[in-house]
């Protein structure tokens, strides 16, 4: 049994390591199943020859550089066409490695799908948006009766700045 093998087959997020020229030295099943391939297909590739859209393969390779220059993670949050054509957003974490001797030999790097979080953000940006721009008055209130969010459209109605009203119990309305 193979524990580190294990353990990276089964994490939900992608991993994977790459050398110094950008030519893949592993990655787990999950980044498999993202690209349309088995992880040992994987091995030996690099990011030009794994995915279809040379943009997407240009962009991951100048991340790992920037990474290896700078000698430190970075964080991106960034989209990515699947080879189903669909596309969904990953956050990703690219780190240099180094070898025994303290010398960067390459990058590592793992991908969490946030499709759903952004999705649910931008919904959330809609419904705010609607709620802005109602003609009504909409007031949204804490157990205790304070007042949490007051819309535009309150300020109009009732003459009261929806900052100075923000926290008072709502009763004095």
Known sequence: LNIQRAILDT????????????????????????????????????DAELWADP?????????????????????LEEPLTLPSGETRWFETIKSPFTDATGAIVGTVGIARDVTAR??????????VAAIEQAAESVLI????????????????????????????EARFL
């Not at 020229?21 to 030996?44: D, H, W």
């Not at 952004?118 to 419904?127: D, T």
């Open 11 to 46: 994490i939900p997020d992608s991993a994977w390591m790459k050398d110094r020229a950008g030519v893949y030295l592993g990655a787990n099943a999950t980044f498999g199943a993202t690209c349309g391939r088995r992880p040992e297909e994987i091995t030996g590739k690099t």
């Open 55 to 75: 943009v997407q393969g240009s962009k991951f390779a100048a991340d790992d550089a920037r990474v290896l220059a700078s000698s430190t993670p970075t964080l």
């Open 118 to 127: 952004r999705r649910a953000e931008l919904e959330q940006r809609r419904l």
């Open 141 to 168: 209130l804490g157990a205790d009766l304070a007042i949490l969010y007051a819309n535009p459209a309150f300020e109009r109605m009732t003459g009261y700045d929806r900052q100075e009203v923000l926290g008072r």
